[in-house]
């Protein structure tokens, strides 16, 4: 009943959850060492349930993943990293991993950002305000 209850909002959450990222592609457009994850092209269109990034310390002024976390957790803005890749963890230690270092480059320069249908203006000007500080 839940899901069928969803189907009659689905439309109005994801147009929310995509402008959610045409908040997020606003601000980032002109930061360099920011990448935010898009549609490889207009042959694509995702529904954004999440928005993430990749940082480049590089060209942050080392202003890595870790650093961007804790500054949004200072103003009580919820971040996490990308997920941790599955031949990271324990339970897989002692298992052969094949793949290079992809999913760990991801996971130690990811952060997914607040992405919910609910955010409201006031949530998106203080995630603004956090990315304006960290840029500052």
Wanted: glycine share 8%.
């Amino acid at each position: 009943g839940i899901g069928r209850g969803q189907m009659e909002v689905i439309d109005q959450r994801v147009a929310e959850r995509r402008a959610n990222h045409e908040f997020y592609k606003e601000i980032f457009k002109n930061q360099e060492g920011v990448e935010l994850f898009t549609e490889p092209s207009e042959d694509y269109q995702s529904n954004h349930w999440l928005n993430a990034i990749i940082i480049h310390p590089e060209k942050t002024g080392n202003k890595d993943r870790e650093f961007w976390r804790l500054s949004f957790d200072e103003e009580n803005i919820e971040s996490r990293p990308l997920w941790k890749p599955m031949h990271l963890q324990p339970v897989f230690a002692s298992y052969p991993y094949y793949g290079g270092t992809v999913a760990e480059d991801l996971f130690e320069n990811g952060l997914c950002l607040p992405s919910g249908s609910n955010l409201t203006d006031i949530d998106r000007d203080r995630i603004s305000k956090v990315i304006k500080v960290v840029f500052g």
